[in-house]
Structures are given as C-alpha cells and as structure tokens.
C-alpha cells in the first residue's frame, strides 16, 4: 500500500478557534517534504491529517476515512494523481462529493484541465504559499458543503441578476467599482457573488485581487464544447473575501480565441451567463471600454448597466456618446444607471453641473479616496475587505445595498 498513517491532530500546539475542527483532509504526495510541509501547515489550521504516498493508497484511504477534502498530487507511483481521481470519483455513493484540489508542477492549461476532467475541483502549482492553500481549502469546503450534496428539491433559489460595469473613458474606476462592490454584496449583504472579468486583453483582476497566472479563466470556459454547471463551478476562482471569478485570458492571443468563438457562435457566451445566474446571485461584469460584439453581447443579456464616470469635461463628452449609443440600440432608460465615481473630488464640475451637461440625473454617487483605493489594489487586498468601514468602504456599501433593493425587489414583483 505504500507509506500511509494519521497525524493525530490531538495536539496541545494546534491553536484554538480552528476552522471546523473535525473536519479532515487526505494528503496524498509521495514527497516526503511536501509531506511535512502540509501536515504542519493543516494542523495549524486544526485539521485532522491524513497521508498516503502513493496514488492506489489514496484510494483506499479515501474510502476508509471518508475524507471532507483530498490534496492530490499528479506524479505518483502505481497511480498518478488522473487515475487516482478518477477512482475516488468511481467509488463515490451518490449524494457524496469530495472536494479535490490537484497539486501541479507545472502552471499548463492542458494540465490543468485534465484534472477538471480526471474530477478535481481545484489545483495549486508548486511551490505555493500556504495561506493561499488555506484560503482555497476554506472556499472550497464552504462552496461544496463540505461534500454533502444538498437534497432533491431544496437546492437554494439564486436571484440570477446580470450587472455590467463599463467606464465611460479609461481611468474613471470601473475596475475598483466593479471588484469592490461584488465583496459588499457578498461580505455584506450575504450574496451569492461571482466577478467576471470581460476585459478580455488587458484584465486587471489577477493584479488587484493578487492571483496567479495559472489560474483557469473565460479561455477554458468559451473553448468547452459540453460546459456544464459542475465544470464552470470548478473553473471558477475562488478569492478569500467570499467572490467566485471567472477571470480574463491570461494573455492577448488567448483574447482573441474568445473573441473569435464568441463571434462565431455567441451561443458559447450566452450559455455561461445563463449558468452564472443559475449559480450565483449576482454576477458582476467589468467590461473593456470599446464596444464591439462581444461587449454588445453582455449589454443585451445584461439586467443593468452600471455607467462609470468621472466629473470631468472628457469624461462627460463621453458618457453623452455612451448613453446615445445606448439609447439607439433600444435599451430602456432604467437599465443604464449613472454612477459617478470620485463625486466629492475637485473638478470644477459640480453634480448639478454634470447633470445639467447629460440632461439626466446622477443616479449613484460614490466618494473619492483616491490614495487608499490605488494603495488597496496595488496591495491585492481591496479596500472593501481590508477598510469596509472606511468612508470608502462605507460609501459602496451604500451603492451595494442600493443596489441590492433595486434588483431583488424587481425580480419580486416580476
């Protein structure tokens, strides 16, 4: 069977207040190294430690211990970490789902995919950071139950609400806006919240929100031709603020893949977003400023259209242009919102001023902290998870409840 035992967690160093303290995880590695590094790592964090070395004694562990979640390593003797999930997979009741998170060498889409398909949930390239691991294995476990499907008929309503922020220039915020305001509606508000990053060349969200290069995003997705709930939720990036992002290509050429297909078969696009409102309560779209067919696509199959702005002469030029456009597609009125970012910054153009110049009004303000929200993203910890109760914090939690109260109430009298 291979080297295999239990790291008694009954162990006066292990701190109190731990995360779910039976909960159990297998480690299955045949680096004795990674071995130790794990065991210390999860014990820390209260877990109960399990380790097998070879991939046929993950199986058989996995069956006699029943784990809440599996550490998979890919190469392994007698079964490699594919074959390994494959069998755990096999020899599951129905209702049981064990998380599974792989544990990759290399940062390779191809073999990150053959995992999703072997039925990992989740991967980390080594070497990793351990609180990264950590914050995967509690989103992870949080988003699966740990492991227990939910029963027939009482799986959980979402309110299913499509919202696209688009920046009327470049530089108005509609990034910040976009990431900041799904983690109030999911820290805050307790919404099932996902962020997809539609800024196809040139995302930013790996930056801000401090994730890798390796991490699945809309390349994976667009390019399924069987995409499914339970593969989406598994390319889903999970942020330890309590978001799910579906993040941009990782590099130009893959953004013009997703173009392509979305031009050519729009369906593809149409069908992750109908499996984003399924899954979550919100899914929040931080658009690129061009519009093009792809971004038209989001606008039409979008509930609101969140306009990001600036009180600033350029800047109005084009939300004038920008509501024009919208108004000749024949999009309603209600569905292009106005918000104006930085409003009690000093421009010379006052709201009134503003409003004056649009022929409409403003119809959320959000304040200027410029200093602490450039220093939140250039830190990978936006300001609503690290200063909620900042007045920047407080001011798009405002914007988030409202919102909230917007969308929920017309989805009730609908």
Not at 26 to 53: P, Y
């Amino acid at each position: 069977m291979g080297q295999a035992g239990l790291y008694n967690r009954a162990d006066p160093s292990i701190r109190q207040g731990s995360y779910m303290a039976a909960t159990k995880v297998l480690v299955v590695d045949d680096d004795l190294n990674i071995q130790r590094v794990l065991v210390f790592t999860l014990k820390q964090e209260g877990f109960e430690v399990h380790v097998a070395s070879d991939g046929q004694a993950g199986v058989e562990m996995a069956a006699s211990v029943e784990p809440d979640l599996v550490l998979m390593d890919v190469a392994m003797p007698k079964l490699d970490g594919y074959a390994a999930t494959q069998a755990i997979r096999a020899a599951e009741e129905t209702g049981r789902h064990v998380p599974i998170i792989m544990l990759t060498a290399e940062a390779d889409v191809e073999q990150r995919v053959r995992g999703l398909r072997a039925g990992a949930d989740d991967d980390i390239v080594k070497p990793f950071h351990p609180l990264e691991l950590i914050a995967r294995i509690k989103a992870l476990l949080a988003r699966s139950g740990r492991g227990q499907a939910p029963k027939p008929g009482t799986e959980t309503q979402t309110l299913g609400r499509l919202c696209c922020f688009y920046g009327a220039k470049g530089g108005v915020g509609t990034t910040t806006m976009a990431i900041n305001t799904a983690i109030a509606l999911a820290s805050r508000l307790k919404r099932g919240t996902a962020l997809l990053d539609a800024n196809l060349q040139f995302g930013d969200m790996r930056v801000f929100l401090d994730l890798g290069l390796d991490s699945s995003s809309i390349v994976n997705a667009i390019s399924e031709p069987d995409l499914d709930a339970d593969l989406l939720r598994k390319l889903m990036v999970s942020h330890h603020s309590g978001i799910e992002l579906l993040l941009a290509p990782p590099n130009p050429e893959s953004a013009d893949l997703v173009a392509e297909r979305q031009r050519t078969d729009p369906r593809t696009l149409s069908n992750i977003l109908a499996l984003m409102r399924r899954a979550y309560d919100y899914t929040i779209v931080d658009m690129a400023k061009q519009i093009d067919d792809f971004n038209l696509q989001l606008f039409d199959e979008a509930d609101m259209i969140f306009v990001v702005m600036t009180a600033d002469l350029s800047c109005l030029k084009n939300v004038r242009l920008v509501l024009e456009t919208m108004d000749s597609l024949g999009y309603e009125r209600a569905k292009v919102q106005l918000v104006l970012n930085r409003s009690n910054a000093y421009t010379g153009i006052n709201v009134d001023n503003a409003e004056s110049a649009l022929g409409r009004k403003i119809d959320y303000e959000v304040i200027n902290e410029y200093r602490g929200a450039i220093s939140a993203l250039n830190s990978g910890e936006p300001f609503m998870w690290s200063r909620p109760d900042g007045p920047l914090g407080q001011s798009v939690s405002k914007f988030a409840r409202e919102l909230d109260a917007m969308l929920a109430l017309e989805l009730a009298t609908t």
